[in-house]
């Protein structure tokens, strides 16, 4: 966004008031669960809201648009209902926010778009910069700060149209350190290593805030720089994923990937005091350079670009993909005798680890789907009574 001082100080000023009031009520509903009483819901908070404003104390709320506020109740709220939510698989309390991180609000309405510029209430036009066009009907504007610069982010709803996809071809593909992805064709993909690139500089820069008085101005300024470089390496990292599984989903129909558990791979060797873990070191390393490659975001990139083009990502169970023979079938750790080299003991072919993983990846992914088929088909043909005989002959 194309903001000055003015417009950044008000923009600064509602992001304080949203945070403040998502942790003035967090603060209250954890007494309140503490002590066992019933919570404050979205309809209570916004009544509390309403008398705040009104108040010599916290009269600096009238200085934001109501809707931004409500919206900062509406994700307290959510927070709360998902916390409780038992089907959800990562249940956790809401955390307090913290000043210089999460800056962002939502304007609901109120706003227009003119061309290259926004109005926003409270705080009027604004240029940017236009990505792409605006397609479908405007939801709803978040504004965020993230590494001392100001974006916009315009959620739509379009409707769309999803056919066939244009092409019948399957690949199947396996992830890695030393090579991004590898395709069962045979094709290596490198990766960007974008925290790695960075990592060195990253670090002098730490060294220098560490060095300066906490709460100076150069130490913000030094804090600022370190969030750009935060930043860079995020963007360097997004850029590369969205081109990549963008080409994958326009060539590709089917797409067979692992079902990596990426919490589990990059999970902590650290220990406990009692019970201390082993090679550490190595794999913190490990871990670092699992995260930086970003296979999580490239799957779900991967699958809601190929569910656009009326395409498919199938995961497929990951064990035993890197020790079987491709060629032949055989499997024994033997096989592998290091990291990039596949040499089986069977039938002596050789192949680059990755591609021969990526082999039996897609292989595993489409004797399911010819399993599954059949198992449709003979359910649609099975014939009263005999379910159990039929079900024993498909695979």
């Not at 290596?188 to 060095?211: C, M, N, P």
């Not at 130490?219 to 370190?226: A, G, L």
């Not at 089986?344 to 599954?372: H, P, R, S």
Request: hydrophobic letters at 35%; a positive charge; charged letters at 25%.
């Amino acid at each position: 966004m194309k903001t000055n001082k003015d417009i950044e100080n008000k923009l600064s000023r509602f992001c304080g008031s949203s945070r403040f009031l998502w942790n003035k009520f967090l603060a209250m509903n954890l007494e309140r669960l503490e002590n066992k009483q019933s919570m404050l819901w979205y309809n209570e908070q916004a009544f509390w809201l309403t008398l705040w404003k009104r108040s010599d104390e916290y009269s600096f709320l009238k200085e934001c648009p109501s809707q931004v506020l409500q919206q900062k109740l509406r994700d307290l709220d959510r927070a709360f209902k998902d916390c409780f939510d038992k089907s959800q698989p990562l249940k956790r309390l809401p955390v307090f926010k913290k000043k210089g991180s999460g800056n962002s609000i939502r304007f609901p309405q109120g706003f227009k778009i003119d061309n290259r510029r926004i109005f926003l209430p409270k705080i009027g036009w604004i240029g940017f910069h236009k990505s792409c066009e605006i397609v479908g009907r405007i939801k709803n504007i978040t504004i965020t700060n993230r590494g001392g610069q100001w974006f916009a982010s315009i959620q739509v709803e379009q409707m769309l149209e999803i056919g066939q996809h244009p092409s019948d071809s399957e690949i199947g593909i396996d992830a890695g350190i030393n090579y991004f992805v590898a395709f069962s064709d045979g094709t290596l993909i490198d990766g960007v290593h974008s925290f790695r690139k960075h990592e060195g500089t990253l670090a002098r820069e730490q060294r220098k805030l560490s060095r300066k008085t906490r709460g100076s101005n150069n130490w913000k300024k030094q804090k600022n720089k370190i969030s750009g470089l935060h930043h860079k390496i995020a963007n360097v990292r997004s850029d590369f994923l969205h081109k990549l599984s963008t080409e994958i989903s326009k060539n590709h129909a089917k797409v067979y990937v692992e079902g990596l558990h990426i919490r589990n791979m990059s999970a902590s060797a650290r220990g406990s005091i009692d019970e201390p873990g082993r090679m550490v070191r190595a794999k913190s390393g490990l871990n670092k350079s699992i995260l930086d490659q970003g296979w999580y975001e490239f799957r779900r990139q991967l699958e809601y670009k190929l569910a656009w083009k009326g395409g498919m990502l199938v995961e497929v169970d990951y064990r035993h993909t890197s020790q079987t023979c491709s060629c032949c079938g055989h499997r024994a750790k033997e096989n592998r005798p290091s990291q990039a080299v596949f040499k089986c003991l069977a039938c002596g072919y050789e192949a680059n680890a990755d591609v021969n993983a990526a082999k039996n990846i897609i292989t595993v992914g489409q004797t399911g789907m010819a399993c599954q088929a059949n198992r449709i088909s003979g359910r649609q043909q099975e014939p009263a009574g005999n379910r159990e005989e039929v079900l024993s002959l498909i695979c």
